[in-house]
Every structure is written in structure tokens, then in C-alpha cells.
């Protein structure tokens, strides 16, 4: 049997492009005996009604294999280090004895390709002088910025260009500029750790 791993998403956007950075850096690591799992949806709005997070999470545990549940939702308005150990807690207590962790891109999972978009140069219609700013995670719209750095009629379209995004930003320069990244990193990268030899 194969060990599995199951991202907890919110739209149809991170069903599609969550397991492809999941699945890139577990092949980076050499760990390809372990699955990711088909992710499990839940709306921002319902995570913080008590116990719809934790039905979420269960929903997860249930997949096959299920050995490691990862939560990754928009901070939005929300501080990450405020928010995120009050659903992690309400995450492990449903988890019981999975694994799991939680994530909150500030303020949207996009803020890791602003971050690193001279990689994108050329991917899904950026432009070649698009260049990351100073702080990506203080942009409150990094759609609207992925949009204003795409050519003349390009315009951001999650679900087409959020998976595209997910297989070829820079993961050095997302770790360098995006603490929430590099929070997702060191968080999967341990689970992986204690589920392989």
C-alpha cells in the first residue's frame, strides 16, 4: 500500500494546481513512492463555522491511504500567524493520529508566483520585464497584479493558468519572497520526511 497525502483547497483553481507543486517537490526530493491524493474542497467562509473544517479534514482521513492531511487556504484578510494555529488545532483535533498541517498564503496562494514572476516570464502571456516586488505577500489583489504583468489582452484565468503557474515558478526565489511559501515547504517537506525512510 502507498502512503498518501491529501490537500485540503478551496476553489476548483487549487484542486488542479495544489497536487501539481505537491507532486513536483515531492519528485525533487526523490520520495515517488508516496501519492498525493485527490484534494478535498472547503469554502473559505464555511472553515470558520465549528465543525466544518473538522468534517473536512475527516472527509480527507477517508481517502485512500490517507496518511497525511495538508490545509492550504487564502489568508485574505486574516493574519496567517494568528489564524493558522486556531485551525490547526482544530485540524489535529479531527485528524487524531494523521498527520496534518495548515497554511494560509497571504494573502493568496498567487502571492507565491509575484513572488518569484521573473520565472513566469513568457508562461500564460507574462510579460518579459515583469519583475517581483519588494514584498508580494503585502499585495492584498495578486490576481489583479498577475493580471496587469500579462500582454495586451491577456488576463488572469485561474483555473487555466494557476496549474501552469504551479509547475514552473521558481521555488528558490518563491522560498526567498514568500514566508508563507516557504512555511508550506517546511511543513510538507517534513510530513514527507516521517511518512519515507
Known amino acids: ?19 501539481v507543486l505537491m507532486r513536483r517537490l515531492r519528485d525533487e526530493w526523490g520520495k515517488y513512492q508516496l ?21 473536512r479534514v475527516m472527509m480527507a482521513m477517508q481517502r485512500p491511504n490517507c496518511r497525511a492531511v495538508i490545509v492550504i487556504l487564502d489568508a485574505d484578510d486574516d493574519c496567517p500567524k494568528d489564524f493558522a494555529p486556531k485551525l490547526l488545532e482544530r485540524a489535529k483535533q479531527a485528524a487524531q493520529n494523521t498527520l496534518v498541517s495548515v497554511v494560509l498564503p497571504k494573502s493568496e496562494m498567487e502571492s507565491w508566483f509575484v513572488g518569484s514572476i521573473e520565472s513566469l516570464r513568457g508562461v500564460c502571456g507574462i510579460l518579459d520585464t515583469a519583475c517581483s ?28 493558468d494557476q496549474p501552469a503557474f504551479a509547475e514552473k515558478f521558481d521555488l528558490t526565489q518563491a522560498l526567498s519572497n514568500c514566508r508563507s511559501f516557504k512555511k508550506f515547504y517546511n511543513d510538507f517537506r517534513r510530513i514527507v520526511c516521517l511518512l519515507t525512510p
Request: aromatic share 4%.
Open 35 to 55: 501519492e498525493i491524493g485527490k484534494p478535498v474542497r472547503v469554502k473559505r467562509y464555511q472553515v470558520i463555522k465549528e465543525g466544518e473544517l473538522e468534517r
Open 1 to 19: 500500500m502507498t502512503d498518501s497525502i491529501v490537500p485540503i483547497v478551496e476553489g476548483q483553481s487549487e484542486v488542479d494546481s495544489v497536487p
Open 133 to 160: 516586488p519588494s514584498d508580494p505577500e503585502a499585495i492584498r489583489d495578486a490576481k489583479g497584479f498577475l493580471t496587469r504583468a500579462m500582454e495586451g489582452s491577456h488576463h488572469y484565468l485561474e483555473v487555466d
